[in-house]
């Protein structure tokens, strides 16, 4: 199997408020609209964020709580000043991980947590652990 997109799918009642979030604070771009469907696709990417309503016919749906989405990005610290800018409140502040990201957490409308973060190395500690598992 080839994967050619990835896409993630968030129940919610508040399509309005997440497409206006992705798009104004993450570039991205509107394929497809409905009253019940949203879906987006990230700027260059083959990966989307799409929501939906969650009433359905039948089948319990999940509502966003324990989702946590990445965005690796060149510099997590101009995306840190630009959404603070924005008024964007991060829920978890800039601060550096031992496992080697530098990283803050926002929250969008649906509580969902986007984790924006740049690469940085490791501490000593996690450099070995990583080095265990290379071949």
Not at 40 to 62: M, N, V, Y
Request: one cysteine or more; charged letters at 30%.
């Amino acid at each position: 199997m080839r994967i050619k997109r990835v896409d993630t799918t968030i129940s919610t009642d508040k399509l309005t408020e997440s497409k206006e979030f992705y798009i104004r604070h993450f570039n991205f771009q509107l394929v497809y609209e409905s009253d019940w469907y949203i879906e987006l696709i990230a700027p260059g990417l083959p990966a989307g964020i799409s929501f939906t309503k969650p009433q359905r016919d039948a089948g319990e749906f999940f509502h966003g709580s324990g989702i946590i989405i990445s965005f690796e990005v060149d510099d997590v610290d101009a995306e840190y000043r630009r959404l603070k800018a924005a008024g964007v409140e991060p829920c978890e502040d800039l601060i550096d991980k031992p496992w080697g990201e530098r990283s803050f957490v926002v929250n969008d409308p649906t509580g969902v947590h986007l984790y924006i973060y740049t690469s940085i190395p490791p501490t000593p500690e996690y450099k070995v652990v990583y080095d265990s598992f290379k071949k």
